[in-house]
């Protein structure tokens, strides 16, 4: 018997498929494989001895340090604008919807240079720390600053819309059998809120170990103290050490790629566990 | 525990959800809160658990005030129409969930919560599904788990807000007797919100009647359903015809024929709306002798327990419906289109100032 051809109701697939796959391999594939093509001009030792140089390997630390502290911040504080802005109403709330996306739009070279201009010791906020003993400009921290700052949309965006969903008789319920309010959110919010969360973590991670432009005004970028990995990899271009760059430019590819894998794992068994189900 | 409600007032923006609602629910009893959407009764409902709460008036329990006591310390269950589970908890962690959240110094140890839950859930019959998650169930299964864990908590009262109003109609009669039956066992003091009058005089052991944030009628359901208080209830519960008719010194007067009342001598012709049940109308195919309307049956709907005709009056412009016993509609022998002859049984007329009268 023929087999019957699956009807659907818009035609197209495999030419769909096709530009897709065509696309992503000239957009991103090739690109990517070129920066292994090129690093294997090194040999193994030479790759070795680039990669884990002392000031490059500082680097690698800071960078990913710092976006991990950032999209952790941005988690935590992203969660309660998301929750502010779903939950309550205020005059200028509008405003405060859209000052949300501002990192997104603003380029990321006029943010690090005003982040610098109000951190730095002479700065409004730079000026009132600094007698305090804390340093923000030309520091790890001032890192972690510029990060948190472009991360922040990613975990509002996506926290938000599954917030404003939540069934507002869930947590009635839960109420009426005795919860208290720690325990409605524990138990109740925050188990639905997960994915998402997860979700702009893993963007906000992502984006932040791959930013420059806000970073470089404000780290200051001292070798083994503020220098982040990105900046290495420009550092060498420079010089016209184009395998050395693509070589720490692999090395950032695949600890990136694992991190994210590891944090779509991570979704994925969570969202298992909760729709084991849907 | 019996609920006392008082003057209770509840205003949204402009819209006055409830107007001085006064009630009283007696320990023990299944009673059914009636209306049209919109009339207040899942407001009062909601007042009543203390999930929203009054402009004016009080609330108390069992004679206790209550009024301003949070909704975690009433110990009500309450049951969703849409359920409200917690999707990423197992059937048996939404049960339990109640008694986990309890302090440490009153919760149940692990082994004495199994239990609980497990006796919980063969009471509403479904313990094989303790480890499945709510989306996994069908409707009727996720308010059944619903019931179970609102009653988990041990709960006085047993609040249900349409608690089968998103089911299809099999389950919903199947699980209607079903939560009368439950009733009938636990004697807890339960209040359900429902806009399907079928399900109210089934179930209720009282029936409140409810409309623009007021009370229309309280009663059993036979008190509710012969002798309705207002042309609402009449209309609201069950089918009815409505003709306008003249009262005058005891004597009702509908198109060309009069029936005796057994009140109203006094009064002078009034205006007067006359409402009479479909299966209070007899149908004749001769005028025989008596005061009768005369009409043309215009459709049958002979599918169902009893026939329902829908009659053209000859002199009148509003059809009437009249339902009659498949063996009176074979006797009959009534086509469409057919010369028939009506006869009121049982009329109720409500003068334009409200008062009621059974004939």
């Given at each position: 018997?023929?087999?019957?051809?699956?009807?659907?109701?818009?035609?197209?697939?495999?030419?769909?498929?096709?530009?897709?796959?065509?696309?992503?391999?000239?957009?991103?594939?090739?690109?990517?494989?070129?920066?292994?093509?090129?690093?294997?001009?090194?040999?193994?030792?030479?790759?070795?001895?680039?990669?884990?140089?002392?000031?490059?390997?500082?680097?690698?630390?800071?960078?990913?340090?710092?976006?991990?502290?950032?999209?952790?911040?941005?988690?935590?504080?992203?969660?309660?604008?998301?929750?502010?802005?779903?939950?309550?109403?205020?005059?200028?709330?509008?405003?405060?919807?859209?000052?949300?996306?501002?990192?997104?739009?603003?380029?990321?070279?006029?943010?690090?240079?005003?982040?610098?201009?109000?951190?730095?010791?002479?700065?409004?906020?730079?000026?009132?720390?600094?007698?305090?003993?804390?340093?923000?400009?030309?520091?790890?921290?001032?890192?972690?600053?510029?990060?948190?700052?472009?991360?922040?949309?990613?975990?509002?965006?996506?926290?938000?819309?599954?917030?404003?969903?939540?069934?507002?008789?869930?947590?009635?319920?839960?109420?009426?059998?005795?919860?208290?309010?720690?325990?409605?959110?524990?138990?109740?919010?925050?188990?639905?809120?997960?994915?998402?969360?997860?979700?702009?973590?893993?963007?906000?991670?992502?984006?932040?170990?791959?930013?420059?432009?806000?970073?470089?005004?404000?780290?200051?970028?001292?070798?083994?103290?503020?220098?982040?990995?990105?900046?290495?990899?420009?550092?060498?271009?420079?010089?016209?050490?184009?395998?050395?760059?693509?070589?720490?430019?692999?090395?950032?590819?695949?600890?990136?790629?694992?991190?994210?894998?590891?944090?779509?794992?991570?979704?994925?068994?969570?969202?298992?566990?909760?729709?084991?189900?849907? | 525990?019996?609920?006392?409600?008082?003057?209770?007032?509840?205003?949204?923006?402009?819209?006055?959800?409830?107007?001085?609602?006064?009630?009283?629910?007696?320990?023990?009893e299944l009673v059914a809160?009636l209306?049209?959407?919109?009339?207040?009764?899942?407001?009062?409902?909601?007042?009543?658990?203390?999930?929203?709460?009054?402009?004016?008036?009080?609330?108390?329990?069992?004679?206790?005030?209550?009024?301003?006591?949070?909704?975690?310390?009433?110990?009500?269950?309450?049951?969703?129409?849409?359920?409200?589970?917690?999707?990423?908890?197992?059937?048996?962690?939404?049960?339990?969930?109640?008694?986990?959240?309890?302090?440490?110094?009153?919760?149940?140890?692990?082994?004495?919560?199994?239990?609980?839950?497990?006796?919980?859930?063969?009471?509403?019959?479904?313990?094989?599904?303790?480890?499945?998650?709510?989306?996994?169930?069908?409707?009727?299964?996720?308010?059944?788990?619903?019931?179970?864990?609102?009653?988990?908590?041990?709960?006085?009262?047993?609040?249900?807000?349409?608690?089968?109003?998103?089911?299809?109609?099999?389950?919903?009669?199947?699980?209607r007797?079903?939560?009368r039956?439950?009733?009938?066992?636990?004697?807890?003091?339960?209040?359900?919100?429902t806009?399907d009058q079928e399900e109210a005089l089934e179930v209720a052991d009282r029936i409140v009647v409810?409309?623009?944030?007021?009370?229309?009628q309280i009663g059993s359901p036979q008190e509710v359903y012969d002798n309705p208080?207002?042309?609402?209830v009449?209309?609201f519960l069950g089918?009815?015809?409505?003709?306008?008719?003249?009262?005058?010194?005891?004597?009702?007067?509908?198109?060309?024929?009069?029936?005796?009342?057994?009140?109203?001598?006094?009064?002078?012709?009034?205006?007067?709306?006359?409402?009479?049940?479909?299966?209070?109308?007899?149908?004749?195919?001769?005028?025989?002798?008596?005061?009768?309307?005369?009409?043309?049956?215009?459709?049958?709907?002979?599918?169902?327990?009893?026939?329902?005709?829908?009659?053209?009056?000859?002199?009148?412009?509003?059809?009437?419906?009249?339902?009659?016993?498949?063996?009176?509609?074979?006797?009959?022998?009534?086509?469409?289109?057919?010369?028939?002859?009506?006869?009121?049984?049982?009329?109720?007329?409500?003068?334009?100032?409200?008062?009621?009268?059974?004939?």
């Amino acid at each position: 018997m023929a087999k019957h051809k699956q009807k659907n109701v818009l035609p197209g697939f495999n030419l769909s498929l096709g530009y897709t796959l065509l696309y992503l391999s000239l957009i991103v594939l090739i690109p990517l494989s070129a920066a292994f093509f090129k690093t294997t001009e090194l040999t193994f030792a030479e790759f070795w001895h680039t990669v884990t140089t002392p000031r490059v390997v500082a680097s690698y630390k800071l960078t990913f340090g710092a976006s991990l502290f950032a999209a952790i911040i941005n988690a935590i504080f992203g969660l309660l604008t998301a929750w502010v802005l779903t939950r309550y109403t205020f005059p200028g709330k509008k405003l405060v919807d859209a000052l949300v996306d501002l990192p997104f739009a603003l380029p990321t070279a006029v943010a690090g240079i005003a982040l610098t201009a109000v951190y730095a010791t002479n700065g409004w906020l730079g000026s009132i720390l600094e007698p305090h003993g804390i340093k923000v400009a030309f520091t790890p921290l001032g890192v972690v600053v510029a990060l948190t700052f472009i991360g922040l949309p990613f975990v509002v965006r996506t926290v938000q819309p599954v917030l404003e969903d939540l069934e507002a008789e869930t947590e009635e319920a839960a109420a009426s059998l005795g919860a208290n309010r720690w325990q409605t959110f524990r138990r109740v919010i925050l188990p639905a809120l997960w994915p998402a969360l997860l979700t702009g973590f893993a963007l906000a991670f992502a984006r932040a170990v791959g930013e420059y432009g806000s970073v470089i005004f404000i780290a200051g970028n001292m070798p083994m103290v503020s220098e982040i990995t990105p900046l290495i990899i420009i550092t060498k271009l420079e010089q016209y050490d184009y395998t050395g760059a693509t070589a720490v430019a692999v090395v950032m590819l695949v600890i990136s790629f694992l991190l994210l894998f590891a944090i779509n794992g991570l979704q994925w068994w969570s969202s298992r566990r909760n729709s084991a189900s849907r | 525990m019996s609920i006392e409600i008082r003057n209770i007032k509840k205003e949204f923006g402009n819209f006055t959800a409830l107007d001085n609602v006064n009630l009283d629910v007696p320990n023990g009893e299944l009673v059914a809160l009636l209306g049209p959407s919109g009339c207040g009764k899942t407001t009062l409902l909601r007042i009543i658990a203390g999930l929203e709460s009054p402009d004016h008036g009080s609330i108390h329990f069992h004679g206790e005030e209550a009024t301003d006591r949070d909704v975690r310390e009433r110990q009500v269950g309450f049951v969703f129409q849409h359920y409200a589970l917690f999707r990423h908890m197992t059937v048996f962690e939404n049960v339990a969930f109640g008694l986990r959240v309890r302090p440490k110094k009153t919760r149940p140890t692990e082994a004495e919560i199994h239990r609980r839950v497990h006796q919980l859930l063969e009471l509403v019959q479904l313990d094989w599904l303790a480890d499945r998650y709510p989306p996994q169930l069908s409707g009727g299964q996720r308010q059944r788990i619903a019931l179970a864990r609102a009653l988990a908590v041990e709960p006085k009262v047993l609040l249900l807000d349409e608690p089968f109003g998103a089911l299809d109609a099999k389950v919903r009669k199947d699980l209607r007797r079903w939560l009368r039956r439950l009733h009938d066992e636990l004697h807890i003091t339960s209040v359900f919100v429902t806009h399907d009058q079928e399900e109210a005089l089934e179930v209720a052991d009282r029936i409140v009647v409810m409309n623009h944030g007021r009370i229309e009628q309280i009663g059993s359901p036979q008190e509710v359903y012969d002798n309705p208080a207002s042309p609402f209830v009449y209309k609201f519960l069950g089918n009815v015809n409505q003709f306008n008719s003249r009262v005058n010194e005891g004597q009702a007067h509908i198109g060309d024929i009069s029936l005796s009342l057994n009140q109203h001598h006094s009064i002078q012709n009034s205006n007067a709306l006359a409402y009479v049940r479909p299966h209070d109308i007899e149908v004749f195919t001769e005028p025989n002798g008596e005061q009768t309307l005369q009409a043309i049956v215009s459709y049958i709907h002979a599918a169902g327990p009893s026939v329902r005709l829908e009659l053209q009056p000859v002199n009148e412009s509003d059809t009437i419906e009249a339902e009659i016993s498949r063996e009176r509609f074979r006797e009959l022998a009534l086509n469409q289109g057919a010369h028939v002859y009506l006869k009121p049984r049982r009329v109720q007329v409500f003068l334009e100032t409200g008062t009621t009268t059974p004939s």
